[in-house]
Structures are given as structure tokens and as C-alpha cells.
């Protein structure tokens, strides 16, 4: 390992709400500090973990911040780590304007200040106001032109329903210009056909790939790769054998098509949806957190569609320790149906090509 470089292409952090408060806008600030849950509203109904968790993980119950944070990296051998959110993962639910962008605008901010001016290997990825599109364009042109950050990371569900509407192009068409990084993110499960299930297990395995493949498609089948070139698209928290299905799904009903459909996704040809997948990721412009370990199974989505569309992501500090992430790094780089350059490319490569560092 101290061979190859290693960037961790989503991580999380845990919110201060106070420090978060201290960062919104007047008049918001002034009437602060908030609670977490005054801040952003629950993931969900179905977040009850039950059970044995890995020891360590969640930080063991205990704080994790810009310290304990460099400590994992040091131990581990990351190199970098981009930043993503925990509670805040369900910003996109926050039916208010003025206190979405409020939030959004003091989450960035205490990012910035908190981990990104702390310690150059943490890179950041923006929460911007959605429910508004016109003042996401200005908060997601501040953060990448003035704070540094990679681009935003927008919730695999929220109030704007899916995440291809004309509404929200405005916001593309400011990531296309700017060339960052579009990341969708899972973390909200509720709606899926999961909701009265009686087990959080399924519910945690199901929800994270179910809300990346709506993503997917409605960025594909909406041609948004083609109309917007220069943005990086991001699916993340879903794993990876999710992508084999969408390859072998989304072709056929593409051919079956009527024109003005084909047309709606940018596709004059009879050409798949599947088939059109494999020229973004070549190209650095779709990527997938993944190739966390996994053996076997891993290896074959990469023999499948080659080994670009494929981040490596700790996922600290949840379901994680730090001997874990050790282990599951091994499990690919002892692996002999990765070339070295495969390797190479899923530890850092394909993410310093993603987020542009």
C-alpha cells in the first residue's frame, strides 16, 4: 500500500450544529444556535440500527472531528479524503426557501472553516439549495470559484422529485461551466416500497442502490450527460452491483422506444442507454463509489466495464474502523485480476480525474 497513492472518495463528517448555526446568515444566525433537528429535518422514519455495530464504527460513540478524522487518515494511509455529509444528507427535504439556502449557506461555510482550512487533505463537496435552483446556481458558483470545493452533492431524494426536471438544469448548465463534480448520494429510504418493512437490514441494503438507479436514470434517459459535457457525475453510497442491472435494463426498453423518446435522452440512434454509460466513464464524467473489498464480485464489474467508473471510499467513520478499511484496501490490492493500473486507477486515479484535484 505505501506504494500506490489513496484519495477516499466519500467520506463523511459529523455536524456541529452549533458551529453550523454560527455560519448562517442573518437573521437566522442571530436566532441560533439550533438543534441538529431544527437544522435538517430526519432521514427518515427507518434509521434503527439494532444490533451489534463494528467496534469503532460511528466513532465508537464518541465525537469525530478534523482530529480524529486526520488520525483515521494517517493510520489508514489516505492521501486525501472528500467530504460528505451525515444528517445533513437529508438537506434536500427542507420545504423551506429562506431556510434551506440559510442552511445550506452556513453548512459550506463551517466546512470550509472547520475541516478545509484545517488540514489540505480534506476536500469538500457543497450542500447548495435546490428547492430554489436560481440560488443554488449562485451558492454552487461561490463554493467551487471561492471556497475550493470539489462541486455539490445533491440527495438521491428530496422535494424536488427526480433529479433530471428542467427546473433544475439551470444548476447543471452552472456545473457544466464551472467542469465540477454532481454527486448523488443515498441516505434517505423512505418511499421506495420499504416503509412498513419490519427489519432495518433490507431497508439499508435495498434503499442506497434503489435511490442511485432512480438517479442514473433520470440523468440518462433526461440526456443530461450530453447536454451538459464538463460536468462529473457522481453515484455514490450505492455500491456496485447495482450497475450491472442498469446496463442490461436500461438497454432494451431504449431500442423499443418511440423517436421522440429517443430523442428526449439525446439518442437519434437506437443506440442503449447502457451501451451510452460506457463512454462517460472512459471519459472521467460518471463514477461510482465502490470496490470496497468485495473479492470476487467487485473483480467483475470491472471486468465488465472497465475499471474507470470505480472509486475507493472508506466510508468513515459509520459502518466502519479503521481496520476494516485496512482490510478491504488488501482485498484489492492482493487482488491478481486487477492489473496494477486498475489498482492504481480505483485508489486515486479515477478520483483525482472525478473531483479534479
Known amino acids: 500500500m505505501e506504494a500506490l497513492r489513496v484519495i477516499d472518495g466519500d467520506g463523511h463528517l459529523f455536524e456541529d450544529a452549533d458551529g453550523i448555526s ?41 465525537p469525530v472531528g478534523p482530529t480524529e478524522w486526520s488520525t483515521f487518515m494517517s493510520d489508514v494511509g489516505i492521501d486525501a479524503a472528500v467530504l460528505y455529509p451525515t444528517n445533513a444528507l437529508a ?63 445533491l440527495a438521491s431524494t428530496n ?25 448523488f448520494h443515498g441516505g434517505c429510504h423512505e418511499g421506495f416500497g420499504l416503509d412498513d418493512i419490519n427489519v432495518y437490514a433490507p431497508v439499508h441494503a435495498l434503499g442506497h442502490p434503489y435511490g442511485q438507479m432512480n438517479c442514473l436514470a433520470s440523468v440518462v434517459f433526461n440526456g443530461l450527460m450530453e447536454k451538459f459535457p464538463n460536468v462529473r457525475w457522481g453515484f455514490l453510497e450505492g455500491g456496485v452491483a447495482w450497475l450491472l442491472l442498469v446496463l442490461e435494463r436500461f438497454d432494451a426498453p431504449t431500442r423499443r422506444t418511440s423517436p421522440t423518446t429517443r430523442a ?42 472497465g475499471s474507470e467508473p470505480f472509486i475507493f ?16 484496501m488488501h482485498e484489492i490490492l492482493e487482488s491478481d485480476d486487477l492489473s496494477h493500473a486498475d489498482k492504481e486507477a480505483i485508489f486515486a486515479g479515477n478520483a483525482k480525474r472525478f473531483y479534479r484535484f
Open 159 to 183: 422535494t424536488r422529485g427526480h433529479v433530471g426536471a428542467k427546473d433544475l438544469w439551470p444548476v447543471y448548465e452552472e456545473a457544466d461551466r464551472l467542469g465540477c463534480a454532481v454527486a
Open 313 to 328: 471510499s472508506s466510508d468513515f467513520p459509520h459502518e466502519v474502523n479503521a481496520e476494516m478499511c485496512k482490510h478491504e
Open 22 to 62: 454560527s455560519y448562517m446568515p442573518s437573521p437566522f444566525r442571530e436566532a441560533g444556535p439550533w438543534r441538529m433537528d431544527r437544522l435538517i429535518p430526519p432521514l427518515d422514519h427507518l434509521h434503527v440500527h439494532v444490533g451489534q455495530l463494528l467496534p469503532g464504527s460511528f466513532g465508537g460513540g464518541k
Open 91 to 153: 438537506y434536500g427535504k427542507i420545504v423551506d426557501l429562506d431556510w434551506a439556502i440559510a442552511v445550506a449557506r452556513g453548512y459550506n461555510d463551517w466546512l470550509y472553516h472547520t475541516y478545509l482550512q484545517v488540514d489540505p487533505r480534506f476536500k469538500g463537496m457543497a450542500l447548495i439549495p435546490i428547492q430554489d435552483p436560481p440560488a443554488a446556481v449562485l451558492e454552487l458558483r461561490r463554493v467551487v470559484q471561492d471556497l475550493g470545493m470539489r462541486g455539490t452533492m
Open 264 to 305: 428526449r435522452s439525446c439518442s437519434s440512434s437506437r443506440r442503449g442507454a447502457g451501451e451510452r454509460l460506457h463512454p462517460a466513464a472512459h471519459q472521467g464524467r460518471a463514477h461510482l463509489r465502490g470496490l470496497r473489498g468485495r473479492g470476487a464480485r467487485s473483480r467483475l464489474r470491472v471486468k465488465r466495464v
